[in-house]
Antibody, heavy 120, light 107 residues
Framework: QVQLVESGGGLVKPGGSLRLSCAASGFAISDYYMTWIRQAPGKGLEWVSYISSSGSNTYYPDSVKGRFTISRDNARNSLYLQMNSLRAEDTAVYYC?????????????WGQGTLVTVSS | IVMTQSPATLSVSPGERATLSCRASQIINSNLAWYQQKPGQAPRLLIYGASTRATGIPARFSGTGSGTEFTLTISSLQSDDFAVYYCQQYNNWPQLTFGGGTKVEIK
């Protein structure tokens, strides 16, 4: 069955860096656009990055552009998020999600998330 | 595009109907999805295309609307349905936005 498992979260100081990973199983990520979506504690959902199936195209909202980098390793069936210059407002649970193959912008499978805490 | 959900909290008795609203700040056609999230869990896709149920979603969940006004209806609330529900627009792909959520709680 389809499974997404995030890892790499933790406590980091403001200005620090962290790299999140998402290991996929039950499907080939090379066939799908993938994304990272975050949720601050007690808050709603915010999309933070997108990557095309080949990895040649990436997209970010202004809130993280220039600080976050999404990448993928299709051979390892894994997705990554490099987060630099972290701020307190980046504190959140980070989910990786698979975009539905027939409907761009809809996410049919999500991981359980990994918590990133930015604090001194 | 700003997505506004109402009410923020909805108190409903089991077996009753729940009606959740979502409004977009500009026209998004039918490019709207609904997700359900339970505490400590990831969101689950319920509806896309404003009215198409995702695989495995019970028929008691239905979505309507187009343009800027959308509704998610749960026809007869089961105990498993008490959760937070989010709407999300994808008309402005890849700049996706979610609503603030509606919490459906037991009355």
């Amino acid at each position: 069955q389809v499974q997404l498992v995030e890892s790499g979260g933790g406590l980091v100081k403001p200005g620090g860096s962290l790299r999140l990973s998402c290991a996929a199983s039950g499907f080939a990520i090379s066939d799908y656009y993938m994304t990272w979506i975050r949720q601050a504690p007690g808050k709603g959902l915010e999309w933070v990055s997108y990557i095309s199936s080949s990895g040649s195209n990436t997209y970010y909202p202004d809130s993280v552009k220039g600080r976050f980098t999404i990448s993928r390793d299709n051979a390892r069936n894994s997705l990554y998020l490099q987060m630099n210059s972290l701020r307190a407002e980046d504190t959140a649970v980070y989910y990786c999600a698979r975009e539905a193959i027939a409907t761009a912008g809809v996410f049919d499978y999500w991981g359980q998330g990994t918590l990133v805490t930015v604090s001194s | 595009i700003v997505m506004t959900q109402s009410p923020a909290t909805l108190s409903v008795s089991p077996g009753e109907r729940a009606t959740l609203s979502c409004r977009a700040s500009q026209i998004i056609n039918s490019n709207l999805a609904w997700y359900q999230q339970k505490p400590g869990q990831a969101p689950r896709l319920l509806i896309y295309g404003a009215s198409t149920r995702a695989t495995g979603i019970p028929a008691r969940f239905s979505g309507t609307g187009s343009g800027t006004e959308f509704t998610l209806t749960i026809s007869s609330l089961q105990s498993d349905d008490f959760a937070v529900y989010y709407c999300q627009q994808y008309n402005n792909w890849p700049q996706l936005t979610f609503g603030g959520g509606t919490k459906v709680e037991i009355k």
